[in-house]
């Protein structure tokens, strides 16, 4: 089970703030959970978790909800994160289309609107300007923050994109751009931090996806749109590398003097794999149009066998629990297509990894076919100061 903190060890934190840290993720993982069951779940004292969420309580951060009927005897009374405690902006900046959104405090997408991606970045934040308009027609002051996924690479701060090849943008300080807008416009000071939309998405599966045990510390979440990023969690923890670049498997080099990539290179994965491939345009996939044209069953496989190719290094090189695929189009409506692509990498993988024990790797589909999980994961993204902190261990 994967838990929000910071890195710092336990020996310096307050057991206090770590047993906290483990209660409101606890809640954002079960959404409606007793008292006791806290207690059970997470091994912690009755008198402790009684305390704590009574703090809670008077905080607004969670709330009583009802009681769970168990048979006879005493039923406990359920507890769940606040929705209106506050509210967050999450953006999707997508290659084609982009989307805005209204997030509550319990992680639920209230609303949310699309617009296409525009090519100047001061375009794009007139867009969100409108967008925050829209969807927070009166209470603009209960907006806590503003996450944003990027695809390509933001810096160690948050708040500059370093490049989004797909997107040509380079070197650009959207978030503070994009706070002084708002602040000019609305009279507000609202945080704004950006990150990796793969980053964002593990985050989202590792925290509240159904493909998630109890045991799962290291997952991958690849992330197949117009090009391909991955988000790692390694050890229940988002790994984010040096320069905050970790992750970066779109452009693992897999074939010499291959197909040129925008990033530079020559061979890349993505240009394989993505969707914007030559085996996906032989599909009939249109991200525009959200359309994939063909189910060619030798096509399908040979989609299959590109995207297994990279998952075959991946597995071979981080050994994870699980690998979760998802993108623009793995969605409700495409689900029988991607089922049978999953089915035919996992034959793939079980045949080429390096044991067959490796093999064994769990490969799903995301949890969120309707919502993407990069979206979601801006909305915790904005939300992350208040559910993080230090915790001893994953549990
Ligand atoms: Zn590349």
Same mark, same amino acid.
């Given at each position: 089970?994967?838990?929000?903190?910071?890195?710092?060890?336990?020996?310096?934190?307050?057991?206090?703030?770590?047993?906290?840290?483990?209660?409101?993720?606890?809640?954002?993982?079960?959404? /409606?959970?007793?008292?006791?069951?806290?207690?059970?779940? %997470?091994?912690? $004292?009755? $008198?402790?978790?009684?305390?704590?969420?009574?703090?809670?309580?008077?905080?607004?951060?969670?709330?009583?909800?009802?009681?769970?009927?168990?048979?006879?005897?005493?039923?406990?009374?359920?507890?769940?994160? /606040?929705?209106?405690?506050?509210?967050?902006?999450?953006?999707? *900046?997508?290659?084609?289309?982009?989307? *805005?959104?209204?997030?509550?405090?319990?992680?639920?997408? #209230?609303?949310?609107?699309? %617009?296409?991606?525009?090519?100047?970045?001061?375009? %794009?934040?007139?867009?969100?300007?409108? =967008?925050?308009?829209?969807?927070?027609?009166?209470?603009?002051?209960?907006?806590?923050?503003?996450?944003?996924?990027?695809?390509?690479?933001?810096?160690?701060? %948050?708040?500059?994109? @370093?490049?989004?090849?797909?997107?040509?943008?380079?070197?650009?300080?959207?978030?503070?751009?994009?706070? #002084?807008?708002?602040?000019?416009?609305?009279?507000?000071?609202?945080?704004?931090?950006?990150?990796?939309?793969?980053?964002?998405?593990?985050?989202? +599966?590792?925290?509240?996806?159904?493909?998630?045990?109890? /045991?799962?510390?290291? *997952?991958?979440?690849?992330?197949? =749109?117009?090009?391909?990023?991955?988000?790692?969690?390694?050890?229940?923890?988002?790994?984010?590398?040096?320069?905050?670049?970790? =992750?970066?498997?779109?452009?693992?080099?897999?074939?010499?003097?291959?197909?040129?990539?925008?990033?530079?290179?020559?061979?890349?994965? +993505?240009?394989?794999?993505?969707? $914007?491939?030559?085996?996906?345009?032989?599909?009939?996939?249109?991200?525009?149009?959200?359309?994939?044209?063909?189910?060619?069953?030798?096509?399908?496989?040979?989609?299959?066998?590109?995207?297994?190719?990279?998952?075959?290094? *991946?597995?071979?090189?981080?050994?994870?629990?699980?690998?979760?695929?998802?993108?623009?189009?793995?969605?409700?409506?495409?689900?029988?297509?991607? +089922?049978? @692509?999953?089915?035919?990498?996992?034959?793939?993988?079980?045949?080429?990894?390096?044991?067959?024990?490796?093999?064994?790797?769990?490969?799903?589909?995301?949890?969120?076919?309707?919502?993407?999980?990069?979206?979601?994961?801006?909305?915790?993204?904005?939300?992350?100061?208040?559910?993080?902190?230090?915790?001893?261990?994953?549990?």
């Amino acid at each position: 089970m994967v838990f929000i903190r910071t890195g710092e060890t336990g020996k310096v934190a307050q057991q206090r703030e770590i047993n906290r840290t483990i209660i409101l993720n606890g809640f954002l993982r079960y959404k /409606n959970i007793s008292r006791t069951d806290l207690a059970k779940r %997470f091994n912690l $004292s009755k $008198s402790t978790v009684t305390r704590l969420v009574s703090n809670l309580i008077s905080e607004k951060m969670i709330k009583e909800v009802g009681s769970i009927s168990k048979g006879l005897g005493r039923k406990p009374i359920t507890l769940s994160l /606040n929705p209106d405690y506050k509210k967050a902006v999450a953006i999707k *900046i997508g290659v084609t289309i982009s989307t *805005i959104a209204r997030i509550n405090f319990a992680m639920k997408i #209230e609303d949310y609107l699309n %617009f296409s991606t525009p090519e100047d970045p001061q375009e %794009f934040i007139n867009n969100v300007v409108e =967008g925050i308009e829209k969807l927070f027609p009166e209470s603009k002051e209960k907006i806590h923050a503003i996450g944003i996924g990027v695809p390509g690479i933001v810096d160690n701060t %948050f708040q500059n994109i @370093v490049i989004a090849p797909n997107l040509r943008w380079k070197d650009i300080p959207l978030a503070s751009l994009l706070g #002084e807008k708002i602040k000019e416009h609305f009279n507000i000071n609202v945080p704004v931090k950006m990150d990796n939309e793969a980053n964002l998405a593990v985050v989202a +599966e590792g925290m509240l996806g159904k493909k998630i045990g109890y /045991n799962d510390l290291n *997952i991958v979440y690849v992330f197949i =749109g117009e090009g391909i990023g991955t988000g790692l969690i390694i050890d229940g923890k988002l790994h984010r590398g040096n320069k905050n670049t970790a =992750g970066e498997f779109g452009h693992m080099v897999i074939s010499k003097n291959g197909i040129p990539c925008k990033c530079g290179n020559e061979g890349c994965w +993505e240009r394989y794999a993505s969707l $914007s491939s030559p085996v996906s345009k032989n599909l009939g996939i249109n991200l525009r149009e959200e359309k994939i044209g063909t189910k060619d069953e030798n096509l399908l496989k040979n989609l299959a066998y590109e995207i297994s190719v990279g998952v075959i290094n *991946i597995v071979n090189g981080l050994n994870p629990d699980v690998i979760i695929l998802g993108g623009p189009l793995i969605t409700s409506k495409f689900i029988s297509f991607w +089922e049978e @692509v999953k089915d035919e990498i996992v034959k793939n993988v079980k045949k080429y990894s390096i044991t067959p024990a490796a093999g064994e790797v769990r490969i799903e589909l995301t949890s969120f076919l309707d919502c993407p999980a990069e979206l979601v994961g801006a909305g915790i993204w904005a939300f992350w100061d208040i559910f993080e902190g230090p915790v001893l261990s994953t549990i």
